[in-house]
């Protein structure tokens, strides 16, 4: 099972990214976005069930990520849009059982891709 995330760059404030994290091997109930900045826990950004499409979202990104999938590719998409300096981090995206417990939690993915960087400047 490899989960391989793409999609990230630099870019200005107010610019926008599509991260991508294709999912070989198998499909998972439940996929996630997290970031993470140095010396700094990684935090959730947004989750997709892969069964019924609900999707959650943490309050900063709201309005501005979009995130999607694509059944037949078996690839979860992250659309960042209106970006802001506070979004600039290494984007990882997971994947698990939807049972697996709470989605904002690391703990609750059992697979994670390598990390893309993005990058925010002013």
């Known amino acids: 099972v490899q989960l391989q995330a793409s999609g990230g760059g630099l870019v200005q404030a107010g610019d926008s990214l599509r991260l991508s994290c294709a999912a070989s091997?198998?499909?998972?109930?439940?996929y996630g976005w997290f970031r993470q900045v140095p010396e700094k826990e990684r935090e959730f950004v947004v989750a997709?069930?892969?069964?019924?499409?609900?999707?959650y979202y943490t309050t900063s990104v709201k309005g501005r990520f979009t995130i999607s999938r694509d059944n037949a590719k078996n690839t979860v998409y992250l659309q960042m849009n209106s970006l802001k300096l506070e979004d600039t981090a290494v984007y990882y995206c997971?994947?698990?059982?939807?049972?697996?417990?709470?989605?904002?939690?690391?703990?609750?993915?059992?697979?994670w891709g390598q990390g893309t960087q993005v990058t925010v400047s002013s």
């Open positions: 997971a994947a698990g059982s939807y049972y697996g417990g709470y989605y904002y939690y690391t703990r609750s993915y059992d697979y």
């Open positions: 091997g198998r499909t998972f109930g439940r």
């Open positions: 997709i069930n892969w069964g019924d499409g609900s999707t």
